[in-house]
């Protein structure tokens, strides 16, 4: 079975630090290209971020970009999310998801069920 | 940035009627158009994508059409498990951009 699971959330202060796991099962991960897509409370879909299969393409949302960063790590078969100077406005479920392995295709086939970041004091 | 606008953002109907929601993209984005649709509570799942291909497993009712900036998703029979929130999203560049979302309501 397909599978990704996202760990990592929890609670943490503004300005402090966070970093999401998500790991695959089921695919030949290190072929394939992923996401971090982020949902805040009640609100819509936000993609955060983009990394090709060899971390050698990664693009940013302006919104994260400078206090983000992803990575992976494809012999644990798995995606990371290091948050720093985080804030308010970043509480929201956190999904990583697959990008449809196709070329030229970059809409997502897989998902995770996500893991709540909660930035408060 | 590529803004993109669904409308409506709410729509009532009930089990059995045709409901289709539209997707506007603020310049053309070719056919890189995806729709997803969202249970409550669950993760986001992909219905069509190019904007007119179903995805494997999603059933026939569902219908996707539109190339550049005008896009449709066209549910042709509602059934339970269709009430959710249905967002587009364009993959033509980065960043990724998603609509606002329609919520599609029992009445």
């Known amino acids: 079975e397909v599978q990704l699971v996202e760990s990592g959330g929890g609670l943490v202060q503004p300005g402090g630090s966070l970093r999401l796991s998500c790991t695959a099962s089921?695919?030949?991960?290190?072929?394939?290209?992923m996401n971090w897509v982020r949902q805040a409370p009640g609100k819509g879909l936000e993609w955060v971020s983009y990394i090709s299969s060899s971390s050698n393409t990664i693009n940013y949302a302006d919104s994260v970009k400078g206090r983000f960063t992803v990575s992976r790590d494809n012999a644990k078969t798995s995606l990371y999310l290091q948050m720093n100077s985080l804030r308010d406005e970043d509480t929201a479920v956190y999904y990583c998801?697959?990008?449809?392995?196709?070329?030229?295709?970059?809409?997502?086939?897989?998902w995770g069920q996500g893991t709540t970041v909660t930035v408060s004091s | 940035d590529i803004q993109m606008i669904q409308s409506p953002s709410f729509v009532s109907a009930s089990v059995g009627d045709r409901v289709t929601i539209t997707c506007r993209a603020s310049?053309?984005?070719?056919?890189?158009l995806a729709w997803y649709r969202q249970k409550p509570g669950k993760a986001p799942e992909l219905l069509i994508y190019?904007?007119?291909s179903l995805q494997g497993g999603v059933p026939s009712r569902f219908s996707g059409r539109g190339s550049g900036t005008d896009f449709t998703l066209t549910i042709s029979s509602l059934q339970p498990e269709d009430f959710a929130t249905y967002y587009c999203?364009?993959?033509?560049?980065?960043?990724?951009?998603f609509g606002q979302g329609t919520k599609l309501e029992i009445k």
């Open positions: 089921g695919f030949n991960f290190g072929s394939d290209n």
């Open positions: 190019p904007a007119s």
């Open positions: 310049q053309g984005i070719y056919n890189w």
């Open positions: 999203q364009q993959t033509n560049s980065f960043p990724l951009t």
């Open positions: 998801a697959k990008r449809i392995a196709l070329v030229g295709y970059y809409a997502m086939d897989v």
